[in-house]
């Protein structure tokens, strides 16, 4: 008689528990929706942008078949020559050829205009033997490594773009090598885009440590002028923000004004276009992502126990060291792990108040994008940055549990 | 319409989806893109308010800001949002030859002999001649520079120099200072000595540069004084002088082009497009707008309207004596083919000291 009330009753909890679970299901749903559309999104097509490779393919799919099925060793036959002279005259007919030939031209800067030339001359070539004739409408046609760069385009995937954001390329025997010297850019580029978030790192923690104490540690009328005046410049656009430092720093600007003026320099500073102006205006920038997460913490950590210290005889040194450090330590982990994270990604600031030499990773991302079009390229370089980012993720996360009290995220 | 991409990203596919919603694409006005700011202000003045009233035609504006990005996004979406766009020469080639603009028949804007042979192309129609020269700020400048060379004269001007960040204009004019007569200098850079030669020349000046990135900052440069001499948009510093700043120029190796108007393909509106193109490409109308905004006509017969006075400060007859147009199909080709390989260097160039 019991058991099988028992089970009836396990089967109720069992469907409210499914109901319930069902619920909390729907209720996350559209945050979940959320998630995949703006997040995973973009991040998978970013992904598949930087290897699809599908322009040679599409507009030349004969000479694509060829080419793959040919080793590369020496000259192709004259099926080839007869699938270019065909596909080109095609495809320029009806303006398709052009975007195979911008393809062409990633791997050998000329290809295109050589292939449009090709085109504008393809009624000339009335009949076999095709490799004759195209070679002698341009005699680049009868030199192997242009044969070699159709075969490295010929897709529907490839590796170019993600190797060469690391400053690599495919030789045409499939080895990988150093790209030539004049092209290698790009690690000198994530190189500069962590020498600069390191820096700014350092002196948002320089400034930001005092601050947040001292915001946490004053009276309630002076900490709250003094949130506000963190919190002030952070509702601010960064666009806004930025534009007011290229103001304040000019050569004529309100800074060199008042050096000048004070007579603590004869000659105004040169604080714009160069690197000092970019770290001037990124600290700013930056400085409420440090100093909000540590004063969360250093709220609650009880001033009383400094004095504690104190008393059973700890210099103020080492009671900050081995009192208070420690307990800041998750507030600045988090705070360094979003000032870090941020910076990496910064562009319009540099590209607005730094000179050419000092411009991040997004700005090579922004010239593919808007500039070329190459969306292969910009995909790339974007996934590079992406993975730096995520490289630091255990970092964040050993920071963040190390310490005790306040957890950030 | 040309073959849209097999896979449309999944980003894309939203942005469709976004597209679909807010209207189908022939729900839309006709729809004019040009370079915004006090530029497009000024042809509105002149030409679309005037089309709209003569024609009756409803219009949108919307503004281009230079690049490949836009015309991407039409080829991978199929979304065409403008109709008619104003654009440089080498995006104008780059998407004639992969069909994002409508090969124009031409004889439904003008005879072709009455505009400049180069505002002629297969999918545009040339409506002003812009050019960039050398200027400098005639109240602190000390001697006046009369010539490129002159650019590169560390001697009598050790001030520093602007010029626009990135290889175009910067090879040429370094090729130019290096004595290359005009005619020669694309053949110059197709050799890889001709390159060599021309980064070899800017590293002469090279420590003494800043790099502007918007064409706004030149003149405001020059004004602050932060720099001594720089490359400029000749409409720039001329609007800087109705300002009542002192600025001058030299056309000397200047370096000139065409910006031209296109029609998208697969835009609902081409037959308003080429009645647009026709209202605009007027030498009367062309001669207004040189009042407004100091570039050149492209129709011969409206630099004989404008006032003498005016004349002398326009990208056109004499001044472009000495120059290069950076128009020609050479150009073209050479840039669409180098952009890439010479930004790439060029960014390497300029980090190291």
Redesign the interface.
Known sequence: MTAPAGSSLEVKLRRAQRRRSFTSFLLVAPLLLFILVVFAGPILSLLYFSIDDPKLVEVMPRTAKIVTAWDGAELPGEDAYAAVVEEIRTGYANRTVAAAAMRLNYEISGFRSMVMRTGRKIRRITGPPYKDALIGLDERWGDITYWRAIKASAGPYTTRYLLAAVDLERRWDGSVAKAPPERTIYVEYLQRTFWISFWVLACCIVIGYPMAYLIATSGRRTSRILLALVLLPFWTSLLVRTAAWVVLLQNKGIVNDFLLLAGIVDEPLTLIFNRTGVYIAMVHILLPFLVLPLYAVMRNVPPGQLRAAASLGARPVAAFLSVYLPQTLPGLGAGCILVFILSLGFYITPALIGGASDQMLSYLIAEFATRTGNWGMASAIAILLLLSVAALYPVYRGLVRGGTGFRFG | M??I???V????A?AAALGLVSGAADARDFTIASWGGTYQEAQRNVYFTPFGETSGTAFLEDVY?????Q??AMQDTGQIPWDVVQLETSELV?GC???VFVKLDWSRIVPVEDLLPDAVTDCGVGTIVWSVVIAYNADTVGTAPASLADFWDTKTWPGKRGMR?GPKLNLEYALMADGVAPADVYAML?TPEGVDRAFAKLDEIKPLV??W?AGAQAPEWLA???VELSVAYNGRISNAQKDGINLQMIWDGTIYAIDSWAIVEGAPHQDAGYDFIRFATDPGRQAAFTKAYAYGPTHNDGIGMVEPERAKILPAGDNLATGLFGGSQDAI?FW??????L???W??W??QN
């Open positions: 040309r073959i991409t097999r896979k990203g999944a980003l894309f939203v800001l230079g690049g490949w990005a015309f991407q780059r030859e992969e069909g960040k197709n800043q790099w990135e602050a004084g932060d080709d669409v083919d180098y952009q890439e390989e930004t790439e260097r960014n390497r300029v980090a």
